[in-house]
Nanobody, 124 residues
Framework: QVQLVESGGGLVQAGGSLRLSCVAS????????MAWFRQAQGKEREFVAA????????YYANSVKGRFTISRDNARNTVYLQMNNLTPEDTAVYYC?????????????????WGQGTQVTVSS
């Protein structure tokens, strides 16, 4: 089974940056569709960004477009989320997710494995 481990969260001031990483186990990582979701306290989990198997196609939620960048390194079984110009509204637990069939999209139901999450807190 695929296991995902996120890292890189923390406390940052508004306008600052963070880079999240998610390392996936499994030999077929290059076949996986990967995504980041987030869940703020008291709110539902929401889509942030996704990247196709090759990394050639990326997708973003409108709320992060232009500020966040998703990328992947298949040699390292790792997907990244570079977050710039953070605002307090970005405060949430960020989760990495995988679709072993390679599909990506904004629906969380399309992903069968999830990491434990990493907390991102943006102070004003």
């Amino acid at each position: 089974q695929v296991q995902l481990v996120e890292s890189g969260g923390g406390l940052v001031q508004a306008g600052g940056s963070l880079r999240l990483s998610c390392v996936a186990s499994g030999r077929a990582y290059s076949n996986y569709g990967m995504a980041w979701f987030r869940q703020a306290q008291g709110k539902e989990r929401e889509f942030v960004a996704a990247v196709s198997r090759s990394g050639g196609n990326v997708y973003y939620a409108n709320s992060v477009k232009g500020r966040f960048t998703i990328s992947r390194d298949n040699a390292r079984n790792t997907v990244y989320l570079q977050m710039n110009n953070l605002t307090p509204e970005d405060t949430a637990v960020y989760y990495c997710a995988v679709n072993s069939g390679g599909s990506v999209g904004p629906d969380s139901a399309g992903y069968e494995r999830w990491g434990q999450g990493t907390q991102v807190t943006v102070s004003s």
